[in-house]
């Protein structure tokens, strides 16, 4: 299972805000590359709105979002660790299925790999 490292220093969040973004109607998520290269971890961060819901959604919508991603990671090579993501979650991902989800995040990161190369 791959380690999820969170951005904790607001200005990090601020420099990879300003960067490249794609979004869904499930998400909506930033990139940028590393400065450092920190292969050990995931540089991965869950973010939802206080305007969802209350605390038993918004954790909901982080869970699986999680959890297609670490499902994602085990199955194929599309999350390159030499990037930084911010994953904004949105109501739907609550409201669907887990595997439309997980096919959406599959469809994004094949995106974001075409974009790198």
């Known amino acids: 299972m791959i380690k999820f490292k ?7 969040f601020i420099k990879i ?20 290269n920190l292969n050990t971890y995931l540089n991965i961060s869950f973010v939802t709105k206080k305007k969802i819901g ?3 959604v918004r954790n909901k919508i982080k869970r699986k ?13 599309l999350i390159d660790q030499n990037y930084t993501y911010v ?24 995106k974001i790999k075409q974009m790198s190369n």
């Open 17 to 36: 805000l300003k960067k490249k973004k794609l979004s869904t109607k499930y998400y909506t998520i930033y990139f940028d590359k590393n400065s450092k």
């Open 6 to 12: 969170s951005l904790n220093r607001s200005k990090d």
């Open 54 to 56: 209350n605390a038993v």
């Open 87 to 110: 994953i904004f979650g949105k109501n739907n991902v609550y409201k669907d299925k887990f595997v439309n989800v997980l096919f959406e995040i599959n469809k994004t990161f094949k």
């Open 65 to 77: 979002l999680k959890h297609a991603i670490q499902k994602l990671y085990r199955e194929t090579s």
